[in-house]
């Protein structure tokens, strides 16, 4: 059974960081990659960065470019994401996904979710 756990979630103030981490169990990976993505209240979920385990390449919306980064432990099959310089409007639950989708950025392409991390940036 696959399982993607979130962990890392939490309030910070606005310029803060936190790091969001989503350990992938139940199946081999190496073929798929990963994808974060967030909610906010009242808005559709929407793709914020994601990652391939073969080879590495990295992908981000252009609203968290230079302030968030995707890695791994591929030890450990666990994705992370560093969340810098934040600002209240990243306020969200944000979502672990995998899958072998085509187009990294669109939901249907991810398979399997997690049950989301609260981050919330006070200002």
């Known amino acids: 059974q696959v399982q993607l756990v979130e962990s890392g979630g939490g309030l910070v103030q606005a310029g803060g960081s936190l790091r969001l981490s989503c350990a992938a169990s139940?199946?081999?990976?190496?073929?798929?990659?990963m994808g974060w993505f967030r909610q906010a209240p009242g808005k559709d979920r929407e793709f914020v960065a994601g990652?391939?385990?073969?080879?590495?390449?990295?992908y981000y919306e252009d609203s968290v470019k230079g302030r968030f980064t995707v890695s791994s432990d591929n030890a450990r099959n666990t994705v992370s994401l560093q969340m810098n310089s934040l600002k209240p409007e990243d306020t969200a639950v944000y979502y672990c996904?995998?899958?072998?989708?085509?187009?990294?950025?669109?939901?249907?392409?991810?398979?399997?979710w997690g049950r989301g991390a609260q981050v919330t940036v006070s200002s």
């Open positions: 996904a995998a899958g072998s989708g085509a187009t990294w950025s669109g939901r249907p392409a991810y398979s399997y």
């Open positions: 990652f391939a385990w073969s080879g590495g390449s990295t």
């Open positions: 139940g199946r081999t990976f190496s073929s798929y990659h």
